[in-house]
DNA sequence: GTCTATACAAGGATAGAC
DNA sequence: GTCTATCCTTGTATAGAC
């Protein structure tokens, strides 16, 4: 384990205890036995250090979102869920998300580019499952689109605030629930069997 | 003008522009053309100032959202409307959310109570809507107040992330819109009626 | 009651010694 | 690569002037 990722491990678990803003480089380097210049050499700033964090969460998602061809509703949940764990892993970048992108640089630069990729890739899937007769034809795919980054970007803020009691698997499973429930009306009769199957194989 | 209101309204009008966390005592004293010793007289910590904005915006709220007989889609969305313009007019109270509920203590104290107050509300209004049979009697009700809920909360979140370039009536139409369009399969006909004639009355 | 001056601890950042 | 020393800013507490 080197030095750098020995700090990145720490960090990420104290973000994620206390929130961003409340760990001071000083606690982070007395966790680490460290001096908080040892720690400015690997990352001359708080905001680098927090932004590889953030480029670490985004190579995860990229590896888990990939726009396959003859996506099924199962494969589409499958992705969903494990976009929410990697959310439960970097919680503290989401629930400093909106700061995050007005005073971080380097993340709000980065940002413009992942936003657009990620938009079109929801849009890409429910046209992939309308295609597979999965989705009705006259589905409004931009509003499942906007509903649906909406709770993907802030289910953890909610139940952050919300439903801090429950497990975290619980947590998943209500906001899955809900995106279940949002595609109901919208689905054909084989894709309502399929949402139907996945939510009984889970729960 | 009071100097204790003088001190809230400059204080609201800065933490909208730069975000609550990211404006000094100093930086407000400044503006205000008097020392920090003097705000302090009258607001003893940050979190004391910023808990009185939050029960202003409770405040406003409280006086729009009144449970009413014989409620209409018209009055619902009416009401929506306005809590939306209080959310603007306060909305640096809303991007902190998160933080301020786990960090200032007269707000999180505060919070466990109308937290309740409020998701119990939704829920009346939309039990008065199924029996004026604007809603159909097999709609979900908990997933509608669920997803509304998380809407109302995090749509300015939202906005000032992805639609920052639209003006503030655009976003507020965007999301009425996304709310009118989560509605759509669960109102009767004579419920669309109303909820198509108020989208036309609007845009 | 109203306002001011000052001090202090904790935050991030930086220059330079070894 | 690692550490010491230092700088500036932040929120806050306190003593005291009018």
Redesign the pocket.
């Known amino acids: 384990m080197t030095?750098k990722k020995s700090i990145l491990d720490k960090a990420l678990e104290m973000f994620n205890e206390k929130g961003i803003?409340y760990?001071?480089?000083?606690?982070?380097a007395a966790s680490l036995?460290?001096?908080?210049?040892?720690i400015?050499?690997?990352f001359?700033?708080?905001?680098d250090l927090v932004n590889q964090l953030s480029i670490n969460l985004s190579q995860l998602n990229s590896e888990i979102v990939v726009v396959q061809e003859e996506l099924t509703i199962s494969n589409f949940l499958d992705m969903l869920e494990k976009v929410f764990r990697n959310h439960i892993k970097f919680r503290c970048l989401l629930l400093s998300f909106v700061h995050l992108l007005q005073r971080n640089h380097f993340i709000s630069l980065r940002y413009k580019n992942t936003e657009k990729d990620r938009s079109t890739a929801i849009l890409r899937m429910l046209q992939s499952l309308m295609e597979s007769t999965l989705l009705k034809t006259d589905a409004d795919l931009d509003f499942l689109a906007s509903t649906l980054a909406l709770i993907i970007r802030f289910w953890i803020s909610e139940a952050s605030v919300s439903h801090s009691k429950l497990s975290e698997q619980e947590q998943i499973k209500h906001y899955l629930n809900i995106v279940i429930k949002l595609f109901l009306p919208y689905v054909t009769a084989k894709g309502k069997r399929e949402l139907v199957a996945y939510y009984k194989s889970r729960y």
């Open positions: 030095t803003e760990v001071g480089m000083r606690e982070l036995n460290m001096r908080v210049s040892n400015t050499y690997y001359p700033t708080k905001d």
